[in-house]
């Protein structure tokens, strides 16, 4: 067999929303705009963008919760965008997800042990007591104990209720699992640990991560590969070391300088981008950072850049940096 | 150099339930004071406490208090320097804007209570203040409602409120959450540069340790009700005394450089958790039975002071 079938690959996926903007008038917001990824297993790819990158919406595109407008969905070599029905429901166990806010994510009614055994109740056709046994051996592997599951989720510390949300995406062996900023809402200390969880999970099961996240610091540490996204597009890909040393798209530069880092010696430089992300309703033709961007030329308004390789596994979608 | 704020011992619960467990905090002149912890803390409630801004029933204590040589612990003494000697900015700037009214108005009207500025002065001054946030079209803002601008914006706006008062020290909780990195920075170099411009101080309430290591001159460490340490910034970051804060730099730290960080076991306590002598003891790799026994003294070495049995002083250290 050969080795290396992507866990998943994302081709040309566009997400186009028809938006009403007053009376009869309709615009279109290109939420995701002909993003092309791949994760290999037991790789992280961390999707980084600012709030309105397009990044949420890419993940529940993969994930098929939002029907794409165009392009195609590869997980495990098979074409996901046009499945239904036991087909779909087969492939929806092997892709699995964990939310940003660990407490909206877990239904309050339902005791821990009946949310973390809901997937196998759900993809394999288990009773409730076949479930139990993997369920408490699935809550000792994320660090609780097989006692949770008589709990509740407002018994739990948000540490804990990560975890039970984590245990979840676990249980069913999934090959891809989706994790929507699951560090931010909770405290540093707590922090460190879900992330060297996820990391012993990701080693023991091969599984591939696509780790969606603003915080630079976090996906500094846990990334392998890195993919820059503004306004629906990437603008920059590549392994994550090298993109971190050497920022080549004057976005993913900006937002490198502008993470404030924990070293006194260390000032956050100016930011050098002008201005706020503008609306992406009706966008210009040319390059979405255009009018921000301190190095533009006439060129960059109306002629998009597409991703080009750059050598060394990395692409930038700018004219005057390829 | 007497400071500007000084409390001491300050104590505060909230239906019954110990919040804050004898605070003690000093914020000099001209600097800014970062105030940094996880959820629970207390920082948020310190600085209301301050401002008297707690929720209803709640019972505030002080051993002592004083803001500019005046006595700070009368309810009254605190209520009046809100928002003229004490600027606040909050954590949330579009939820502390009325929005059924334009920003100029809210602006302007605190300009005329704070100052007793007439109207039409009060608009030119709402004009300056916007300008001096660097808002680049301060006639346009002026007029919008809050729903209209982004995040930033709204920040701008709320730090402009803040300074409508002329204050000595504005207090910001965690101004920059929830917005973008990029307008992160700017906000934040906004803050440091506002606060010299004015020859005020400020109190930066924030859990993001880059951020503290980015504005602030000096840290306050707290952890459950306390704070645990106090230093310059630069001495906290290199080695900090307590064994909390000295982990929770450590953990940023070894984030920071892509390396894998050390864990801090268990979880913050909660308001009204039997605590150990020394709060942190049960989740500290440096406890020993003292510290579940008896009261943490206070350690001055380093520049730093902390509460601590068993202190990280240089040489005990070990990396």
Redesign the interface.
Known sequence: MTAAIDTLAVRDLTKIFRIKTGGFRQSDLKAVDGVDISISPGRTLAVVG??GSGKTTLARLILRLLEPTRGTVLLEDVDITGMEGAALEEKRARMQIVFQDPYDSLSPWQTVGRTVAEPLLLHQNLSKQQAAEPVAAMLERVGLSPEHARRYPHEL????AQRVGIARAMITNPALVVLDEPTSSL???????I??LLQSLQEERNISYLFIS?D???V??IAHDLAVMYLGKVVEAGPA?RI?ASPRHPYTE??L????????????E??Y?VG??PSALDRAPGCPLYGRCPIAEDVCADTPQELADIGAGRRVACWKRT | MSALLELRGLEVEIQGLPILRGVDIEVMPGEILGVVG??GAGKSMTARAVLDLLPAGSAVSFRSCSFGGQDFIPVKARQEARGHRIGFVPQRPRGSLNPVFRVGHQLSDALRRLRGLGRRAAKKEALDLLRSVRITDPERVYRSFPYEL?G??CQRVCIAVALAGEPELIIADEPTTGL???????I??LFGDLISEHNTAGMLIT????????VCDRVAVMYAGRVVNTGT??EI?REALHPYAN???S???????????????G??PNPGDDLASCAFAP?CFRAESDCFEQEPPLVDAEGQLAFCHHPLTSEAVSR
Do not use: C, N, W
């Not at chain 1, 510390?157 to 804990?160: A, K, N, P, V």
């Not at chain 2, 973008?180 to 700017?186: F, K």
């Open positions: 600012e709030s510390s948000g540490g804990q405290d540093m200390s707590v922090q460190s640990q992330l060297l603003h630079l610091t976090v500094r540490y070391a971190f900006a937002l300088k502008a993470a404030p880092r924990p070293d006194p010696a260390h000032k956050t100016h930011v981008l706020e992300q | 996880e959820t982004s930033g914006m973008d990195v990029t307008i992160q920075a700017e934040l170099r859990h993001d340790l880059g951020v503290v290591a980015d910034t630069a970051y982990r929770l730099v953990i940023a730290a070894s984030l920071d450089s892509g390396g894998a960080p050390r864990e801090i076991p979880r913050v989740r």
